[in-house]
C-alpha cells in the first residue's frame, strides 16, 4: 500500500491463527481503518487508515483490541526495518530491539560455551516460571493414580488437578464469552472437558485436557520454528558495513552509512548497500537475489547489489542507495507484504473456519439429545459422544497451516529469484492458458549488433557514419548498436532539428544533409516504396535529402533457455504462447517458428500491444489466467492489463517492480517456469492439508458417533494434525525439481 496513511504493527507473541483473524476482523471494523492486513505468518499488522484519521489515535484502538483478545500478545509500530513505539508487556524489565541484526562481528565468538548453558538454563526456567501451574496439575494428577484416594477427596483432587492443568482455557474461553467471541477452540475444551467431568470421566477429562495443553505447546513450537525457517531464508540483509573513515575501516550498521561513503567489502562478506565499484574486481553470487548459483565477475564502474556475497576478492564501493532503499530492502518489503494480499484458498479457510465451528456445535448437541429421546439409550454415553466430537472440530489445522503454506511458498519463491507480490498471484499462476511475451530484451537478449550494411550509392564508411550521427540522440538499444559500430567520437554540435517518431524512426539535421532513419513505416511516410528485404534481425532503411541510400541490418540473439522455456511451459497445461513486437514481421515470424510460439503479432506499438493483450482477455476461458512477460521498462500498460504481468530481469529496477505482478530477478524465460513450478508445489501442499485435516476430522467424528473412538483420539484429531500440517506447509520453502 505503502503511503503516509500506511502503518505497520508488529504483534509480538501472537500465535494463534484464529485469533489473528478476529484480530483482522475487528480493526477492519473500526471506522477510521480503510483496509487492514494482518499476516500471522509474519505477525505483521498492515493498516490502511482514512485520511481524517490520526495514527495515534488508531494504533490506540488497535491495542485495545488486541489486549481484549490477546492480553499477552505485545504491540509494536515498524517503521522500515526497525520496531519503535513498543507497549511492553513486562513492565520495561525487556528493552527495546530492532529486527535489524546490527551485532558487530565477531561478536558471537566472544562468549564461548558458557553463554549457550546459561541460555539453555535460563530457557528451562522461564519454561517452569510459565507453565507451574500446569505442572503441578500433573503432579497432582500422577499422585491420585499412585496412591488412589477414594470417596469425596478423590473428586476434590481430581478438581485441582483439572482446574491447575486447564485453569489458562478456562478462563480464555470465559473471557471470550463475555465478549460474544464464543465458538472457538477454547470454548470447546471447555465444553468438553467438563462435561466429562460432570459424567463422572475425571482421569480422562483431565487427560484430554493436559494432552490438548502440551499439543498447544508443541503447535507453538511448530509455528514459530516454521516462521524461523522462513524468515531465516528471507533473511539476506548484511548486519554491518566497512565504512572508509580518514582513520581507517570502521565497521558500522548499515543504516548508518550515507549516499555517497565508501565502503569496503571484504572476501565472503554479504553486500550491505547498493553502490558502484570505485576500486578493485570480484566474482559476485547473486544466488540470494536471482535464484542464479553461477559466480558474476564485477568490476570497476559497474553496479554491486545488497544482499548478493563477495566470493573472492577485496573491493572498494561508492554507496548509491541507503539501506533503507536498497535492492535488498525493497525485495524483503515487497516479500513480506506479500503475505498480506490473500489467495481465494485462504480467503475460504477464514470464511469456513467462522461457520464450521457453530455447524458441529449443532452436530455435537443433536448427537447428545437426539438417540437418548429417540432411541431411548444411555444419556450419558451419547453425551461423552457429543463431547468428543466437540473436540475433534477445532478448525486450528486449516487455520494454521494455509497462510504459513502461502507464506513458505512466496519465500521460497524469492529464494529461487522469482518475487510474487501476493499469495494470489502465487495462487493464479495455477491456472494460466495463454502466456503473451513481449519479444526484444524477453525472449531475446535485446543486445544488438550490426550483422549487414548495405549502402546504394555510398560507400560503407560514410553509410555507418551519418546513421550513427542520427542515432545518437536515441536511447533505443537498436541506436545503440549503430554507434557502437561507428566506434569514433560523435561531434553532436552538428546535429539540428531532431525529432524522434514513436514506432517510426528519426529525423534530423546532420550539417547540411537531412537523414531520415528507420523502418519502412518511416519511408512509405516519406512516400518511398522499398524492397522487402529478406535477412533474420530488424532492418533499419535510410534517407538522406530525400535520396534512398541503403539499409543495414540489426540483429538480435535469441536467449538460450527460450526454447525449453517455452516447451516446458506447454507440458505445465499453458495452451497458447503468442509473442508481441514492435519488429518487423518477417523477423518476428522467423523467431516465432524457432521457439514454437503459437501466434505472433509484429510491428506493433504499445498501445497495440495492450489491445491485442484485451482481445486475448476477451476470449479468455472463465477461472483460466493471461500472462503477460515483458521487460518491465516499456511494457508496464500490458503488464498492469494482464491478469497477471511478469516483468523480466527485474533486478535493481524500480519501474519493474512497480508495474509488474510478479518479477524474475534472472534474465531468463525459465524464471517463468520456476514461478509457476513453485505455485504448484505450495497449492499441491495445501490441498494436501485440506484434504488431510478435513479427512482426519470427518473420519474421528464418525468414528465417535460410533463410539467406535474415545476423546484421545479427538485430541490427536485437533492438536496431532494441526502438528502434521503445520511442518507439511514448510515444504513449500524448498525447491521442487
Request: contains cysteine; glycine residues 8%.
Amino acid at each position: 500500500m505503502g503511503n503516509d496513511r500506511t502503518f505497520k504493527l508488529t504483534l509480538s507473541g501472537l500465535d494463534c491463527a484464529n485469533c489473528a483473524n478476529k484480530i483482522e476482523d475487528r480493526v477492519n471494523r473500526l471506522e477510521l481503518v480503510e483496509e487492514a492486513n494482518l499476516n500471522f505468518s509474519t505477525s505483521q499488522l498492515t493498516v490502511l487508515i482514512k485520511e481524517s484519521a490520526l495514527k495515534t489515535d488508531v494504533i490506540t484502538e488497535i491495542k485495545r483490541i488486541v489486549k481484549q483478545l490477546e492480553p499477552h500478545v505485545v504491540v509494536e509500530e515498524r517503521v522500515s526495518t526497525q520496531v519503535v513505539h513498543k507497549s511492553s508487556c513486562c513492565g520495561g524489565s525487556c528493552s527495546s530491539h530492532t529486527e535489524s541484526h546490527h551485532g558487530q562481528a565477531g561478536h558471537s565468538h566472544e562468549h564461548s560455551h558458557k553463554t549457550l548453558d546459561n541460555e539453555s538454563s535460563s530457557k528451562v526456567f522461564s519454561f517452569i516460571k510459565e507453565n507451574a501451574w500446569l505442572l503441578l496439575g500433573v503432579i497432582i494428577f500422577l499422585a491420585i493414580h499412585t496412591f488412589k484416594p477414594v470417596g469425596i477427596l478423590e473428586v476434590v483432587l481430581y478438581g485441582v488437578s483439572y482446574l491447575l492443568i486447564g485453569g489458562k482455557v478456562l478462563l480464555t474461553a470465559f473471557r471470550n464469552i463475555t465478549r460474544g467471541e464464543i465458538f472457538d477452540e477454547n470454548f470447546l475444551m471447555m465444553v468438553a472437558t467438563v462435561g466429562a467431568f460432570a459424567i463422572g470421566e475425571y482421569p480422562e477429562a483431565i487427560a484430554v485436557m493436559l494432552f490438548y495443553e502440551i499439543g498447544e505447546l508443541f503447535q507453538s513450537y511448530a509455528v514459530n520454528r516454521s516462521r524461523k525457517s522462513i524468515s531465516s531464508l528471507l533473511d539476506i540483509r548484511a548486519d554491518h558495513a566497512n565504512l572508509v573513515t580518514e582513520s581507517g575501516t570502521k565497521e558500522v550498521a548499515p543504516e548508518a552509512v550515507s549516499i555517497g561513503d565508501l565502503i569496503v567489502i571484504k572476501p565472503g562478506e554479504r553486500v550491505p548497500l547498493d553502490g558502484e565499484i570505485i576500486e578493485g574486481e570480484c566474482y559476485l553470487d547473486t544466488s540470494a537475489l536471482t535464484g542464479e548459483s553461477i559466480p558474476r565477475l564485477i568490476s570497476v564502474g559497474e553496479e554491486i547489489l545488497a544482499g548478493c556475497i563477495n566470493t573472492n576478492a577485496l573491493v572498494k564501493v561508492r554507496v548509491t542507495k541507503v539501506a533503507g532503499e536498497s535492492t535488498v530492502a525493497r525485495i524483503l518489503e515487497l516479500v513480506e507484504n506479500a503475505s498480506s494480499k490473500k489467495a481465494q484458498t485462504e480467503k475460504f479457510i477464514t470464511k469456513f473456519a467462522r461457520v464450521y465451528t457453530p455447524i458441529v456445535v449443532l452436530l455435537a448437541v443433536l448427537i447428545a439429545i437426539i438417540p437418548p429421546f429417540v432411541f431411548q439409550v444411555n444419556f450419558s454415553t451419547w453425551l461423552y459422544r457429543a463431547l468428543s466430537f466437540l473436540v475433534v472440530s477445532c478448525p486450528c489445522a486449516l487455520v494454521v497451516s494455509i497462510p504459513l503454506g502461502f507464506f513458505a511458498g512466496l519465500g521460497g519463491a524469492s529464494k529461487q529469484g522469482v518475487l510474487v507480490k501476493g499469495g494470489n498471484y502465487l495462487e493464479a499462476l495455477n491456472h494460466v492458458e495463454t502466456v503473451v511475451f513481449d519479444k526484444t530484451g524477453t525472449l531475446t537478449k535485446g543486445v544488438f549488433k550490426v550483422s549487414q550494411i548495405k549502402p546504394v550509392n555510398m560507400n560503407e564508411a560514410e553509410f555507418i557514419e551519418l546513421a550513427a550521427y542520427a542515432e545518437s540522440q536515441s536511447t533505443h538499444p537498436i541506436a545503440k548498436s549503430i554507434v557502437d559500430a561507428y566506434t569514433q567520437v560523435i561531434d553532436t554540435t552538428v546535429l539540428s532539428q531532431y525529432e524522434e517518431i514513436a514506432g517510426h524512426g528519426i529525423k534530423v539535421f546532420v550539417g547540411d544533409k537531412e537523414v531520415l532513419i528507420g523502418n519502412v513505416k518511416l519511408m512509405q511516410r516519406a512516400n518511398l516504396n522499398v524492397a522487402e528485404v529478406d535477412a533474420i534481425g530488424t532492418i533499419i532503411h535510410m534517407v538522406v535529402n530525400q535520396q534512398y541510400v541503403g539499409y543495414m541490418v540489426i540483429a538480435d540473439e535469441i536467449k538460450e533457455n527460450s526454447k525449453a522455456a517455452i516447451a516446458k511451459l506447454k507440458q505445465h497445461g499453458v495452451s497458447k504462447v503468442v509473442m508481441l513486437t514492435g519488429d518487423h514481421e518477417g523477423v518476428a515470424k522467423k523467431v516465432a517458428a524457432e521457439l514454437g510460439v503459437d501466434e505472433v503479432y509484429a510491428g506493433l506499438l504499445p498501445h497495440q500491444k495492450v489491445e491485442h493483450v484485451e482481445e486475448i482477455l476477451a476470449h479468455k476461458t472463465k477461472d483460466q489466467n493471461v500472462v503477460f512477460v515483458g521487460d518491465g521498462m516499456n511494457d508496464a500498460p500490458v503488464l498492469a492489463r494482464a491478469d497477471i504481468g511478469v516483468a523480466m530481469g527485474g533486478i535493481g529496477s524500480d519501474a519493474a517492480i512497480e508495474a509488474a505482478d510478479v518479477v524474475l530477478m534472472e534474465d531468463d524465460p525459465m524464471a517463468l517456469v520456476k514461478a509457476i513450478n513453485k505455485a504448484k508445489q505450495t497449492s499441491t501442499i495445501l490441498y494436501q492439508n485440506i484434504i488431510f485435516a478435513l479427512g482426519v476430522k470427518i473420519l474421528v467424528m464418525i468414528l465417535v458417533a460410533c463410539g467406535l473412538a474415545t476423546m484421545w483420539a479427538a485430541v490427536f484429531a485437533d492438536v496431532g494434525v494441526t502438528i502434521l500440517a503445520v511442518m507439511n506447509s514448510t515444504r513449500a520453502l524448498k525447491s521442487k525439481k
